[in-house]
């Protein structure tokens, strides 16, 4: 028997009278795109108690008391993965795989995993976040959870966190939309001067050329935990059609060899406002590998400290 869980309750499929339930299933979840979750709970018999369940018995419903939750960690957001969080109840879960399909990201997969959640215990489960699709208005309302528990398939709407992921759309796609009015690159010519605590790593940012109908105002390149971005002058102001390019000094933002345990050493983003609109946006400008290595000489240098 498989079962579907929504806001309204559960859907038994097998009454799907004479229609598949592959088909009948389909009908009841192609309202909106989903994120799906595909687990499996599962107990052992030997921990079953006369007259009772023990903890590894099945649940008495589908779904049991396990929750799911979606976020992002820092090191999460460089290396784009989306975080699916199961916290088990009174029964062990076993995850036999995870995809995201909220219908607002593209490049996904199903991602398998062989992985038992011991009750009263949570895992991280990492998928890819993939490309967003900008077309696609996410809302928190569209993001669904489906489980495949003892059998049984069980979907729940809007898991905690599903705002999470329709925040992470809406910034992507707006430093997209930037980036597409306002191309930004580093200038392939890197150079340094001085040496020891004096040395000094200068850098260029190309910024345009502008499209035709923008005007913006560029006011901020905000540095990372180990890094200092030092713009040469800012604001920028950028008409239809501009290119201007702004010369960036790198200091070191902190002399601790610790500082490297975080994954955004290089995350330094241009915070522009396109005339018309109402906010700022962040918009990344990584520095290529070889940069990257450039930069972390530097600061071992300018630290006076070996990594």
């Known amino acids: 028997m498989a079962i ?164 992470i759309h809406r910034q992507e796609c707006a430093a997209h939309r930037v980036a597409e009015k306002i191309p930004l690159a580093w200038e392939s010519r890197w150079r340094s001067t001085g040496g020891g605590r004096d040395l000094v790593v200068l850098a260029s940012l190309r910024v345009g050329p502008v499209s035709a109908d923008t005007t913006a105002r560029l006011t901020a390149l905000d540095g990372s935990v180990i890094f200092v971005a030092d713009p040469a002058r800012l604001p920028l102001l950028l008409a239809p059609g501009d290119t201007q390019v702004l010369d960036v000094r790198f200091r070191p933002n902190r002399c601790d060899a610790h500082v490297w345990e975080t994954s955004r050493g290089f995350q330094f983003a241009v915070r522009i406002r396109i005339d018309g609109t109402a906010d700022d946006v962040l918009v990344p400008v990584v520095p290529p590998r070889a940069k990257q290595q450039l930069l972390s000489r530097a600061w071992q240098e300018q630290c006076g400290i070996t990594r």
């Open 4 to 167: 579907v869980a929504t806001a309204r309750g559960f859907w038994d499929l097998s009454h799907a009278d004479g229609e598949g339930q592959e088909s009948y299933l389909g009908r009841v979840l192609a309202r909106r795109p989903r994120a799906w979750i595909l687990l499996g709970v599962v107990a052992a018999a030997s921990a079953c108690v006369p007259g009772g369940r023990g903890h590894d018995a099945p649940p008495p419903d589908p779904l049991g008391e396990a929750t799911v939750s979606l976020m992002q960690y820092t090191h999460d957001q460089v290396n784009r993965m989306l975080v699916v969080k199961i916290e088990s109840g009174d029964h062990v879960v076993r995850v036999q795989g995870v995809e995201v399909v909220s219908g607002a990201f593209t490049g996904t997969g199903l991602e398998e995993y062989d992985a038992t959640v011991p009750a009263h215990r949570t895992l991280d489960l990492r998928v890819p976040l993939g490309d967003p699709v900008c077309e696609h208005d996410l809302s928190p309302r569209d993001v669904s959870v489906e489980f495949r528990v003892a059998g049984h398939q069980v979907v729940v709407e809007q898991p905690v966190g599903a705002d999470t992921l329709a925040a």
